[in-house]
């Protein structure tokens, strides 16, 4: 057995997990949905799915990406990938109310799931959850920018009544009245584009008081903000405060680079897999839910160098 196991060590062997899943009769994979870049606020999911993988493959797990134009076609989709026994559970997401039906679904089948984002319109203790707070997330925005001297602080968010949208606005209303500011007519919202938080910034701007900085719902439409600040010859960091959410890629690329609220996505997916092993150990726990702080990277829209 020494000299086997020396050769195993010496030939750097990995098990095979495919070879395992026909032994055993369990997939070890993890259904997940990916989404168009239109869906994608700041390639979060994108990020968040490599963390998954990363994670998953720790633990003898693979991820089984599949695509779908809508929930009708992605229910068929779990529905044949679970029969089939191609996986043994699944992470969704919900942030609107599209989603709805897959976690309805899933839990009516009793198929093993865990949704990452609070399930909106579901009650929170029947799921599975990790989501991170974004509530908390714009109230370090607002506490940041009223620390380095401003009063007037406006929001840009979605106009789709959805959960997430509401969570991070309720964030900068709740800190906004902690420091006794007005908030009246100083959130504005639209589409996440570029575009649409240059427009909204920019009638913000033009008022006869107008805002001297902006706590925004993305990333996209931080950066909308500042090109609106920058075609009316404000220099942000110095005449005006922005910081946007996500802490993307675009947010280190635009000059000046954005201070944006980061998503802790790695510890997110780590705490998704151990979810989803408690879910297929069949313990008889209760549901588990897992709200992360985000965290604030100062850059120079705020703080110039």
């Known amino acids: 057995m020494r000299k086997v196991l020396k050769a195993v060590d010496e030939l750097g062997y990995r098990p095979n997990h495919a070879a395992r899943s ?49 929930y009708q076609e992605e229910i068929r989709i779990i529905e044949e990938t679970f029969r089939r026994n191609t996986v043994d559970c699944f992470v969704t997401t919900c942030t609107t109310s599209d989603d709805l039906p897959i976690p309805l679904f899933l839990l009516d089948r009793h198929i093993p799931f865990v949704v990452f984002g609070r399930p909106w319109g579901l009650p929170m203790s029947e799921c599975w959850w990790v989501d991170v707070d974004g509530a908390a997330g714009l109230e370090q925005a607002v506490n940041h920018l ?15 009544s959805i959960g997430l949208a509401e969570d991070r606005e309720s964030g900068w209303q709740r800190a906004m009245n902690s420091h006794g500011l007005a908030t009246s007519g100083m959130n504005m919202r639209g589409p996440d584009d570029v575009e649409t938080g240059r427009r909204l910034a920019g009638a913000l701007l033009d008022r006869k008081t107008p805002p001297t900085a902006f706590t925004c719902a993305s990333d996209t439409l931080a950066i909308g903000a500042l090109r609106a600040c920058q075609e009316r010859g404000l220099e942000p960091g110095r005449d005006i405060g922005i910081v946007g959410f996500d802490d993307s890629i675009g947010a280190r690329a635009v000059t000046p680079a954005l201070t944006s609220v980061a998503q802790p996505l790695e510890t997110a997916a780590k705490h998704t897999l151990r979810l989803l092993l408690d ?19 100062i850059r120079e829209s705020t703080v110039p160098r």
């Open 279 to 297: 879910l297929l150990s069949g313990s008889d726990s209760k549901p588990e839910q897992i709200l992360l702080r985000p965290s604030l990277v």
């Open 146 to 160: 009223v620390d380095i001297g401003h009063q007037r602080i406006a929001y840009l968010g979605w106009e789709k």
């Open 22 to 70: 026909l032994r055993t009769r369990t997939p070890q994979a993890v259904g997940f949905r990916v989404f168009p870049a239109h869906r994608d606020v700041g390639g979060i999911l994108s990020s968040y799915l490599y963390e998954l993988s990363v994670a998953a493959n720790a633990a003898g797990y693979g991820v089984f990406c599949h695509a779908a134009v809508n």
